[in-house]
């Protein structure tokens, strides 16, 4: 259960794109459509951003996509805005009937 | 409105145990798989384990194997984490989670869409 290789950080420019990858194996992001986001700002509750890979809950705003390639998946925020900053985590199924979080990855909007 | 509430938090010698409740309110809590997380000081999320809607199946990571148990009292739309054998290293909050319905399925593994403000838990002597 070693936990999925995020960015520590990424940053941008408001309006800008940025891309967080979230790397895992053959046995948990490769083999399942079973990958989802969450968006943490400090102090508070996680709040599911994206699951199934690329499904959005209702009131996340489109700004927010993710996608799967191989072992990789990737939350993108398109527009970025002073509200995106906090800590983002993916969050995957496992061959072994368990879950794992990727180690967090900081978000900051210069 | 769909609400979790967990409570029981405190501070524990290591090697005693401790009894988290969750309360659900605002939604059906039998047709939901739930979820608990934690996440140590200064440190990313953790998955503990999982109950599946019926309490059928439960899951639970390595970390926490053997000495954790979840359940569910659905009659009081109550999820539970019994905590035995506390070490140092247990030291976090923990948040219970709803898992995601997909297509009207109560699959555990897409995802957590409802969560409680958590509870901290300290294993200190």
């Known amino acids: 259960q070693s936990a999925l290789t995020q960015p520590p950080s990424v940053s941008g420019s408001p309006g800008q794109s940025v891309t967080i990858s979230c790397t895992g194996t053959?046995?948990?992001?490769?083999?399942?459509?079973?990958v989802s986001w969450y968006q943490q700002p400090p102090g508070t509750a996680p709040k599911l951003m994206i699951f199934?890979?690329?499904s959005r809950p209702s009131g996340v705003p489109d700004r927010f996509s993710g996608s799967k390639s191989g072992n990789t998946a990737s939350l993108t925020i398109s527009g970025l805005q002073a509200e995106d900053e906090g800590d983002y985590y993916c969050?995957?199924?496992?061959?072994?009937?368990?879950?794992?979080f990727g180690g967090g990855t900081k978000v900051t909007v210069l | 409105q769909v609400l979790l509430v967990e409570s029981g938090g405190g501070v524990v010698q290591p090697g005693r145990s401790l009894r988290l409740p969750c309360a659900a309110s605002?939604?059906?809590?039998?047709?939901?798989?739930m979820h608990w997380v934690r996440q140590a000081p200064g440190k990313g999320l953790e998955w503990v384990g999982l109950?599946?809607?019926?309490?059928?199946?439960?899951y639970y990571a390595n970390s926490v194997k053997g000495r954790f148990t979840i359940s569910r009292d659905d009659s009081k739309n109550t999820l539970y984490l019994q905590m035995n054998s506390l070490r140092a290293e247990d030291t976090a909050v923990y948040y219970c989670?709803?898992?995601?319905?997909?297509?009207?399925?109560?699959?555990?593994?897409?995802?957590?869409?409802?969560w409680g403000q958590g509870t901290t838990v300290t294993v200190s002597s």
């Open positions: 989670a709803r898992a995601v319905m997909v297509r009207g399925v109560p699959y555990y593994y897409f995802g957590l869409d409802v």
């Open positions: 605002g939604f059906t809590f039998s047709s939901y798989a």
């Open positions: 109950i599946s809607y019926d309490g059928s199946n439960k």
């Open positions: 053959s046995s948990d992001v490769g083999s399942y459509n079973r």
């Open positions: 199934e890979v690329n």
């Open positions: 969050y995957s199924y496992t061959s072994s009937s368990t879950l794992v």
